[in-house]
């Protein structure tokens, strides 16, 4: 019995957003999330019951970042002068504001790949799919992005060592 | 096959904390974006009455299910995600004049319902019961057989309890009106600690 729309949203929406802040950042990842749930919504009646929600959202994720992304470079917002401090992409309460110029320095594979692996917990055979190519490439992407985010990212060597 | 458990730390780092405000900010927008969107099909909301919490249930056509906590609300949604659709969300907007009509029904400052209703999930003869229902008048009541004949089918005495019992809008649509020919309450969706609450508050 495939349950109601509602649940699906309470069971998957933090992860979705997790999820959406690394491959964008925390400041598009609202607006790839309510893409995601939006068009989720649309095709859930013709979803088969055994499909696996978590893939399928992140699948659908994936598209709506690279919409958003595009979306923003066709239309990018007016300023009038720079501003004079660069931005660290902190948003409160989204962790750690030193993470995501970490994250987001990743070529774009790797910080998918390390999102829908590390974040969603998708197995490599299903990441291949969203991203194409390999289950060996996808296994590769996630360990040098984890690589290079240590690199990057302090945090992350002692953190990750330490497990 | 377990390639989460090494780098549980990096795993940690990225599951960002997701505060409870910034979730609900995001549910309300999508609540709005798929109603504007045409893909609401089920709307639904909770609202506290003497008579327990209720789960309102609307499609675009009007209300389509009032439910008490009995009937396990989370079962009613499942079940409605089978009969109607699963595209479900609660969205209270839909329901805001529901909401208002019952609360005023209970403070005793309402007599009549006046909200669109949406009957899809009865049909044949206890869809014309319940279609009659709201005939019976704030603080009257009837028999059972009184409504057999009310709907032209004086042997249907059996057929309107059914028809009674399986309601999908109890209390907006007064079925708690209707008692057995001896005046005993006979059965009703939500008890009968609540079918007497509402007898009570209308004959107030």
Request: include cysteine; hydrophobic fraction near 40%; aromatic fraction near 6%.
């Amino acid at each position: 019995m495939k349950q109601p729309f509602e649940q699906v949203v309470t069971q998957h929406g933090a992860t979705v957003l997790r999820v959406c802040r690394v491959v964008l950042g925390p400041h598009d990842a609202e607006d790839a999330w309510s893409e995601t749930f939006l068009a989720a919504l649309r095709a859930y009646p013709d979803l088969p019951e055994t499909a696996n929600l978590e893939a399928w959202l992140v699948t659908i994720a994936h598209r709506k970042a690279i919409d958003v992304v595009r979306a923003a470079k066709r239309n990018p917002l007016p300023v009038e002068a720079m501003p004079e401090t660069p931005t660290n992409m902190g948003v409160p309460g989204s962790g750690d504001p030193d993470l995501w110029p970490a994250v987001s320095g990743l070529p774009n594979k790797q910080r998918q790949a390390i999102a829908y692996h590390y974040v969603a917990g998708l197995s490599y055979a299903e990441i291949a799919e969203i991203l194409g190519g390999s289950v060996d490439a996808a296994r590769r992407a996630a360990a040098d992005g984890l690589t290079n985010l240590r690199k990057h990212y302090p945090a992350a060597r002692t953190k990750g060592a330490a497990s | 096959m377990n390639d989460i458990s090494h780098d549980d730390g990096v795993a940690a780092l990225l599951t960002t904390p997701v505060d409870a405000e910034t979730l609900a900010r995001l549910r309300r927008r999508l609540a709005g974006d798929a109603e504007h969107a045409d893909l609401l099909d089920v709307a639904y909301t909770t609202v506290e009455s003497p008579v327990g919490r209720l789960l309102l249930a609307a499609t675009s056509k009007g209300l389509v299910r009032v439910a008490y906590a009995s009937e396990d609300h989370d079962r009613v949604l499942e079940r409605l995600g089978e009969q109607l659709s699963v595209r479900i969300l609660r969205a209270p907007q839909r329901l805001d004049d529901v909401v208002r009509e019952i609360e005023e029904y209970f403070a005793g400052r309402r007599r009549v319902f006046d909200v669109r209703l949406d009957l899809s999930l009865s049909h044949g003869f206890r869809r014309l019961v319940q279609t009659h229902l709201p005939e019976i008048g704030y603080g009257q009541t009837r028999s059972y057989r009184e409504m057999a004949e009310l709907v032209g089918n004086p042997k249907a005495v059996r057929a309107v309890g059914t028809a009674c019992a399986t309601n999908p809008l109890p209390v907006v649509v007064p079925c708690h009106r209707v008692l057995r020919t001896d005046g005993t309450l006979g059965g009703y969706i939500g008890g009968l600690d609540a079918k007497t609450a509402l007898l009570a508050l209308e004959a107030a």
